[in-house]
């Protein structure tokens, strides 16, 4: 994280006693990044942080990877996976469906109206983008309240739950609780060129450290109803045997997670709301690298928002066609209407994956309807990585088979297939 807070009761000088009211000592512990070589933050609790009362394995489903071979462009119908009605009983830990995936991150996805349990990853960061719906974040750090558009970054090992928020008796229709999961195997950082070598984002960065909703007090067990003594389940995803090379376990702990009084540092869950993100624009069309939000080990997270397009007087706004020589691009299609592949299949909900080593770009007929355009009203988030990626089962359960032949009409054409005379 970019800099230091200070949140509810810590001791003047780190490392040393700290005491209850009553005389006992609370536990210290240390969270940091890269052993003791990067960020961290010292976090005060009640109980013994270690202190365990069970274990058992959990079955964390089907994270099998399938390789994208033949070499082919995707479209997934991410809303296929949960239809009206499907996210009911479906929780956001458990619930979410592997999409694409591959050494250095996963991309998967649910629908839920149901609390999780409590949960940690302990892989590595994640990042969420709220898609639709409302829910609350409660962490080890503090809560959040999080809304339709939210990136809610999540540092590896941060114990939390989600909550969804639901109509209640007589209440007007809510959408339901969607979310788009990043799950990297590294850290998710803002762009190390929007930092000074200090950490603060600078001048030319498309936001800043206002944007940034962070906890602002402790969230202890009392404060949400909970028995601080109450022995509780954390489900936990961690490196592990087989293929996926993931596993999970539970721990049981004799307390209940919210137990932190206090915490200082620089590592701790924060949001940043994609209407706070300030789109760069120019003359000519500006390149994927002008949209950068994040980055992890091997990949990079960008979005696109409404803005202006393009102003020179003979400015084609759409994007050009591009080869991704050393990249696998994946789009989220989040809201509005994306010009350059108006026609394709893709709609609100849709993911396309465009790999390394096939050339993409707008559908026949969009740079032509584009000319003359002043803005754009669309919303997306893309995740270039650079290793290939795999499909999951969730990707190859709402995929839309006709995509790849919908630059030359919409049908495939065999190599061997006769041509018709008139």
């Keep these: 994280m970019a800099y230091y807070r200070s949140v509810g009761s810590i001791p003047p000088k780190r490392h040393t006693q700290h005491r209850t009211p009553e005389g006992e000592l609370y536990y210290e512990e240390l969270m940091g990044e890269e052993g003791f070589s990067s960020d961290s933050s010292l976090l005060y609790h009640r109980g013994l942080p270690s202190a365990l009362n069970d274990i058992r394995e959990w079955d964390i489903g089907d994270h099998s990877l399938t390789p994208n071979a033949p070499l082919t462009p995707r479209h997934h119908k991410l809303h296929d996976l949960f239809p009206a009605g499907a996210e009911q009983g479906v929780d956001a830990v458990r619930g979410r469906r592997l999409v694409l995936g591959n050494a250095d991150v996963r991309l998967a996805y649910v629908a839920a109206d149901t609390i999780s349990p409590w949960y940690r990853n302990a892989i590595g960061d994640e990042c969420v983008y709220v898609e639709r719906g409302n829910a609350r974040l409660e962490t080890v750090f503090g809560a959040f309240d999080v809304r339709e558009g939210h990136y809610a970054i999540i540092p590896r090992a941060t114990t939390h739950r989600w909550l969804p928020v639901t109509p209640r008796d007589g209440e007007a229709y809510r959408e339901p609780f969607r979310a788009y999961f990043i799950e990297a195997n590294s850290h998710i950082t803002p762009p190390h060129r929007y930092l000074s070598r200090y950490g603060q984002l600078l001048e030319h960065s498309p936001f800043c450290e206002r944007d940034y909703v962070v906890p602002s007090e402790p969230l202890l067990a009392e404060n949400i109803g909970a028995d601080p003594a109450e022995a509780t389940e954390v489900y936990i995803k961690h490196r592990g045997r087989g293929p996926s090379g993931i596993g999970g376990s539970v721990h049981t702990q004799p307390h209940h997670p919210l137990d932190v009084v206090g915490w200082d540092g620089c590592l701790y869950p924060f949001l940043l709301h994609i209407s706070d993100y300030e789109p760069i624009t120019g003359r000519v069309h500006q390149p994927p690298p002008a949209h950068q939000v994040w980055e992890g080990h091997n990949f990079v997270v960008c979005n696109f928002v409404p803005r202006k397009v393009d102003y020179h007087p003979l400015a084609i706004p759409v994007p050009y066609y591009h080869s991704n020589v050393d990249s696998d691009e994946v789009m989220f299609y989040v809201a509005g209407d994306y010009e350059a592949r108006k026609g394709s299949g893709i709609g609100r909900g849709s993911i396309s994956l465009h790999p390394a080593g096939h050339a993409h770009g707008p559908q026949p007929g969009a740079m032509e309807a584009s000319l003359g355009m002043e803005a754009f009203d669309e919303t997306a988030v893309m995740v270039d990585t ?29 190599a061997n297939e006769e041509k018709k005379t008139p």
Excluded: K, M, Q
């Design 386 to 414: 650079f290793r290939p990626l795999d499909l999951g089962e969730a990707g190859l359960a709402c995929e839309d088979e006709n995509y790849p032949w919908s630059w030359s009409g919409g049908r495939r054409v065999l």
